[in-house]
């Protein structure tokens, strides 16, 4: 049994397990069952939390709307709040050239920007490809500077170059 606060990842992988286990209707309900499992947690933060797992709401047998993690990546969705959130703190330029996207991020933080792109699931968005620092987003043919347009918005980064 753990005790106290938990590293953010730490305390993501308990909840996926208690999702898992327990049908959980609220985020109260699952902070309740964090605190049983010993992991001191805020409703403000289980939010968060569910956010950046891809938690969803599904119907279960009774009727009852559940929180649950698809299996399958392509079946997260990241809200515009969680995408707008991951933007605002890892991505510190947006520039393109043609149909391609290239985002800069800090050191081993492209893959999470990818990550939360991909699970956004925009139409313009035909898929991303990261590296270390670096992610190339590629859009939907003609559709390269109305992404950048919007990326950067996402990010907060002034129009133009930066």
Sequence with gaps: MTTGR???PQ???V???LLAQHAVTSQEQLVE???TAGVVSTQATV???LLDLGAIKVRADGGESIYAIPDLPHEQRAPEDHL???FG?????VGSSGDLVVLR???GSAHVVGSALDRADRPEVLGTVAGDDTLIVVARRGSGGRLERRLRDLAGLPSGRT
């Design 6 to 8: 938990l590293a953010k």
């Design 11 to 13: 305390r993501q992988h």
């Design 15 to 17: 909840m996926a397990k």
């Design 33 to 35: 069952l964090l605190a």
């Design 47 to 49: 939010s968060r939390d």
């Design 84 to 86: 707008r959130r991951v």
């Design 89 to 93: 703190e890892w991505v510190v330029e």
């Design 105 to 107: 991020t800090p050191p």
